[in-house]
């Protein structure tokens, strides 16, 4: 913590710390170190991806399956198209 000394206008010194909202900033700051770390460590980022990759996948069988029940041809320039 900062804290310096300091004569008022009647010439006492006094001891004086950081502004209040500079010690919260820094203890947030801290804080979200620790759960972001805590985040990384518990795979929940790469949780996420793999929730994401399945969804994707089933969006992508999903299309596929109305197009085709539709009557559109699956060849190469539709697939291209629909990538």
Same mark, same amino acid.
């Not at 710390?17 to 929940?44: C, F, M, P, Q």
């Not at 399945?54 to 969006?59: D, F, M």
């Given at each position: /913590?900062?804290?310096?000394?300091?004569?008022?206008?009647?010439?006492? *010194?006094? $001891?004086?710390?950081?502004?209040?909202?500079?010690?919260?900033?820094?203890?947030?700051?801290?804080?979200? $170190?620790?759960?972001?770390?805590?985040?990384?460590?518990?795979?929940?980022?790469?949780?996420? $991806?793999?929730?994401?990759?399945?969804?994707?996948?089933?969006? =992508?069988? /999903?299309?596929?399956?109305?197009?085709?029940?539709?009557?559109? *041809? /699956?060849? *190469?320039?539709? /697939? =291209?198209?629909?990538?």
């Amino acid at each position: /913590m900062m804290v310096s000394k300091v004569t008022d206008a009647q010439g006492v *010194e006094r $001891t004086v710390g950081a502004n209040v909202w500079v010690k919260l900033l820094g203890e947030w700051s801290d804080r979200l $170190t620790r759960t972001s770390k805590t985040v990384l460590d518990a795979g929940i980022e790469e949780r996420q $991806t793999t929730i994401l990759e399945h969804q994707a996948s089933l969006i =992508a069988d /999903m299309t596929y399956g109305m197009l085709t029940d539709l009557g559109v *041809e /699956m060849n *190469e320039d539709n /697939m =291209a198209i629909i990538r």
